[in-house]
């Protein structure tokens, strides 16, 4: 609990806000192409959260670095974040995905995730998509290629999605918001 490590003085890191969690059962190993499962479960962890997509800063994206996989989440992403009451230009999304640089864990990936996500708040850097050379068609959000960016960032989801349409999604956020 947030309030007994302040009691004991530990360094925050940022805090967990919400969770969300949807099950399509699309495909054994690929997604909805519209990204629908992703796209609940980014909602349930905002509404747990009491977040609107609008306060999103930065999404660790799951990111396997697959056609269908990729432009799934990309465009649940996107229908999350986009339009009333969002953001008015994909170019102020920022995803990223840090498998470029630790490679896919499996089922160690969310828990890493989650951690570059932690310091994404608590260092007030997005981690840079290593490897990133080319952006196929409707991938115009900010995605981070190559570098890491400094920015500040108060609210973070980071997504992991799994065989049979398993998809998760956690909100975390600075303490002080």
Known sequence: ?????????????????GYGCSGD???????????????????????????????????????????????????????????PGGKQNASDVNISSTKGAVGHLLGGAGAIEALFTVLAISENAMPPTI????????FDCNYAPNQAQERRIDVALTNSFGFGG????????????
């Not at 490590?5 to 530990?10: P, Q, S, V």
């Not at 490897?131 to 409707?138: P, Q």
Request: proline share 3%; aromatic share 4%.
């Open 131 to 138: 490897n990133l050379e080319r952006l196929a068609d409707g």
């Open 25 to 83: 059962a699309h495909h054994m190993t690929a997604p909805k192409e519209n990204g629908e499962g992703a796209l609940l479960a980014m909602r349930k962890a905002l509404k747990h959260a009491q977040f609107q997509p609008s306060a999103v800063d930065y999404v660790n994206a799951h990111a396997t670095s697959t056609v269908v996989g990729d432009a799934a989440e990309n465009a649940a992403i996107k229908a999350l974040l986009l339009g």
């Open 1 to 17: 609990e947030l309030e007994h490590a302040k009691a004991r003085g530990a360094r925050i890191y940022a805090e967990l806000r």
């Open 166 to 177: 398993t998809n998760s999604s956690l909100c975390f956020s600075r303490p002080d918001i």
